[in-house]
């Protein structure tokens, strides 16, 4: 499984973004995924997951109501909608795939190479 993320770039605060994570591989629709980042000088944090199907999600409490995690599986891509980004949200942001549970917790397999988002005050 290959995973591309993208989308990501300068914006104001109180602007958005969406990001936007290409999925390659065998049944790779079938594969919960994940959105996580990590803060210049910080440890890298679960931001939002979605399950196989699109059915379920999960969103941290941190952006919860402003990110929006999806996905299309006949695109096999997933996105992250972000609106009334803070200067706060600055970080590298990663795509996760993982063939066993979901969630922030589980061990995940297969990772993105990151985009990187910039939210100025």
């Known amino acids: 499984v290959q995973l591309q993320a993208s989308g990501g770039g300068l914006v104001q605060a109180g602007g958005s973004l969406r990001l936007s994570c290409a999925a390659s591989?065998?049944?790779?629709?079938?594969?919960?995924m994940a959105w996580f980042r990590r803060a210049p000088g910080k440890e890298r944090e679960f931001v939002a997951a979605?399950?196989?199907?699109?059915?379920?999600?999960y969103t941290a409490d941190s952006v919860k109501g402003r990110f929006t995690i999806s996905r299309d599986n006949a695109k096999n891509t997933m996105y992250l909608q972000m609106s009334s980004l803070k200067p706060e949200d600055t970080a590298v942001y990663y795509c996760?795939?993982?063939?066993?549970?979901?969630?922030?917790?589980?061990?995940?397999?297969?990772w993105g190479q990151g985009t990187l988002v910039t939210v100025s005050s």
């Open positions: 979605i399950t196989g199907s699109g059915g379920d999600t």
């Open positions: 996760a795939a993982t063939w066993s549970g979901w969630g922030p917790e589980v061990p995940y397999k297969y």
């Open positions: 591989g065998r049944a790779v629709s079938r594969y919960p």
